[in-house]
């Protein structure tokens, strides 16, 4: 299956180590805006250009890709760049780490990324272009929405909900029952024991509105 990746960052060779892993895939290339990476490598696949290139890849018969750029702090530019491939009508690919551990009777959505060591409990229901990040813990009842980024160490107790466009910050917790509005920015080591509003940043022990995202 021939893939391009989209963006050349840091999080696109998590998901090229994983696809490898993974088997069945073949590497096309990757396109990021930064120019400087216009003819280099990453991990050995070539960075083509930028996005402007997906239709004549598409029509070269490049039908699959993955989002190669994390959601760190905001996750509206991969939402933006996962609209564009879809509207082109590339297929999304699922990126689950052999590593992790996601239970039969919990629910992904279209085009997952499930990192090494991240855990994924019964019964939890994922949306489309969700990361689950190293190490992090969805636990069971959990239902998260489309393109939220549940950052590596984080912890979701069972019965969370995280709404559209969420991020869930490096080693945060999340106690049972919560939910986490749309759009909103949980701050890393944060340990959030009351429901945050739509489109905040909470942070500290115990979380508090610290200013809107």
């Known amino acids: ?29 990757l396109l990021d805006p930064r120019r400087e990476l216009w003819g280099d490598r990453v991990l050995g696949v070539p960075v083509l250009g930028d996005d402007g290139l997906l239709p004549g890849l598409y029509a070269q018969g490049v039908y699959h890709a993955f989002i190669g750029l994390g959601g760190t702090g905001d996750t509206r530019p991969r939402q933006r760049l996962y609209e564009l491939a879809r509207g082109l009508g590339f297929e999304i690919v699922a990126a689950i780490h052999p590593q992790a551990v996601i239970s039969p009777s919990a629910k992904l959505g279209h085009g997952p990324t499930v990192m090494a060591g991240a855990i994924i409990n019964a019964a939890a229901r994922l949306g489309d272009n969700v990361i689950v990040n190293t190490g992090a813990i969805v636990e069971h009842d959990c239902v998260i929405g489309n393109h939220v980024h549940i ?61 809107r995202a």
């Open 151 to 211: 950052a590596t160490g984080a912890k979701l107790a069972g019965g969370v909900t995280v709404a559209d466009g969420a991020h869930i910050g490096i080693g945060a917790t999340i106690r049972q029952g919560i939910r986490i509005g749309s759009g909103a920015l949980v701050g890393a080591g944060a340990v959030v024991v009351e429901d945050v509003p739509d489109g905040v940043v909470v942070a500290g022990v115990p979380a508090r509105v610290m200013r």
């Open 1 to 29: 299956m021939r893939v391009v990746g989209i963006g050349a960052g840091g999080h696109a060779r998590v998901v090229i180590e994983i696809l490898r892993l993974s088997g069945g895939y073949e590497l096309t290339g």
